[in-house]
């Protein structure tokens, strides 16, 4: 019996090259483990899209939200700031629904609860 492929969206924030590169690697990890993943930058590269409605419609229709902490991104969220302040906004009542449906993987260094 085949399982259905699961979908699942990528949410983390710009820190620096470094860190886009280990959401890309988790990215690819995640298709060739057979999930159908999708990251905003790749969405973007390949069409013009309104930044809003792609977060909107990946977040309610995927299977899986997944959002990759750090300090940066915790500030940007508590701050509302960015696309990530915006995602955390159209988080809320998705989180309020249905909390199986978001993954959080912390990452940084120091102390684990500024992430």
């Known amino acids: 019996m085949e399982s259905e492929q699961k979908s699942a969206f990528i949410s983390y924030s710009l820190d620096s090259l470094d860190h886009q590169q280990w959401v890309y690697d988790l990215y690819r990890d ?3 483990r057979g999930v159908d993943a999708t990251i905003d930058k790749l969405i973007t590269q390949n ?3 309104n930044l809003n409605s792609m977060m909107i419609q990946n977040i309610r229709d995927l299977d899986y939200t997944i959002i990759v902490l750090t300090e940066k991104y915790a500030q940007m969220a508590d701050n509302l700031e960015g696309d990530v302040g915006f995602e ?3 988080s809320f009542e998705a989180i309020k629904q249905n909390p199986n449906k978001f993954i959080f993987i912390g990452r940084g260094q120091g102390e684990s609860t500024k992430v």
Do not use: N, Q, S
Request: without cysteine; charged residues 35%.
């Open 47 to 49: 069409r013009t899209v």
């Open 88 to 90: 955390t906004i159209v």
């Open 30 to 32: 995640l298709r060739k």
